[in-house]
């Protein structure tokens, strides 16, 4: 029987204020699993961190801004010397900031680029210092369909999906002989606060695209985050797993 039990178990969830990151460190809590709560949002780091508390494991939560590299060193410094260890990463983190190339500020680029790539190369380097001396350990990073795909006025936003994607595929590579697997997981059309902010229009026409015929919920990423970091899914990694209804096939 293999243990999808996570107890005993410690993960840092980044982003985990709200939408999937929140629904996902919930999810690996009632695993069995300590979750540390990381997010730019104080308020919802804290409410997310106290749920946990109140579930039985331990928690807490840290207000880091991912893409900031002195942060995310300090926080990963406070997490081993309160945790002892981090078994599971998942880089959840991310925002939009959409429009058409031709009138993309370059600091709408610089931002998506630095919250959703370059934090993910920041925080699994300061984690997987202690997973490569523990020589175990899982690492989730979620992706998006668009970073597949591609899409009008995401320029930024699927470039640093698609990013994502190959810096997960190199660090398997890199990671595969210490036992530490990375995988993707490469959501649709979940509703959460950033897919809130689209107007109907635009969710009219996503719903045409999806083979299953409804909107995901935050639990359908986090069901399969918890997946990939069990002992179920022990001979996956460089993987991209697809959570969208059969948008993409
Ligand atoms: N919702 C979707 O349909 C969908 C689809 C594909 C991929 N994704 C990806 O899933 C992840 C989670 O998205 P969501 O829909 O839950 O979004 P969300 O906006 O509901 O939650 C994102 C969380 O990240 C936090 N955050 C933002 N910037 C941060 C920073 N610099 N440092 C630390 N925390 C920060 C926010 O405060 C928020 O709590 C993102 O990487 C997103 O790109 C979402």
């Known amino acids: 029987m293999i243990n999808i ?65 002195i942060q995310v060193q300090e926080m990963v410094k406070a997490v081993i010397a309160d945790f002892n260890k981090i078994d599971i990463l998942v880089n959840n983190a991310g925002i939009t900031r959409d429009g ?40 989730v990073n979620i992706a ?35 036992n530490i697997t990375v995988n993707a997981i490469a959501p649709g059309f979940i509703r959460t606060a950033m897919t809130d902010a689209l107007s109907d229009e635009v969710k009219s026409q996503m719903l045409e695209s999806i083979p299953l015929g409804c909107f995901g919920e935050p639990s359908d990423v986090a069901n399969v985050v918890h997946f990939l970091v069990s002992g179920m899914a022990r001979y996956l990694t460089g993987q991209v797993i697809h959570v969208d209804g059969g948008m993409v096939m």
């Open 100 to 139: 058409l190339l031709i009138r993309m500020k370059e600091e709408n680029w610089d931002k998506v680029l630095s919250v959703n790539l370059k934090s993910v190369y920041l925080v699994t380097k300061a984690v997987s210092r202690y997973m490569l001396k523990a020589r175990s350990g899982r690492i």
């Open 144 to 178: 998006s369909v668009i970073g597949l795909i591609g899409n009008a006025g995401q320029a930024n936003y699927a470039a640093s999906k698609a990013g994502v994607i190959g810096f997960t595929k190199s660090i398997a590579r890199e990671f595969s002989s210490r």
């Open 5 to 69: 039990e996570l107890v005993g178990k410690s993960a840092l969830v980044t982003g985990s204020g709200g939408g999937i990151g929140k629904a996902t460190a919930l999810e690996l809590a009632e695993a069995g699993a300590d979750v540390i709560i990381c997010d730019i949002n104080k308020e919802a780091a804290e409410a997310t961190a106290e749920e946990i508390f109140t579930m039985g494991r331990k928690s807490r939560a840290f207000t880091v801004d991912v893409s900031d590299a």
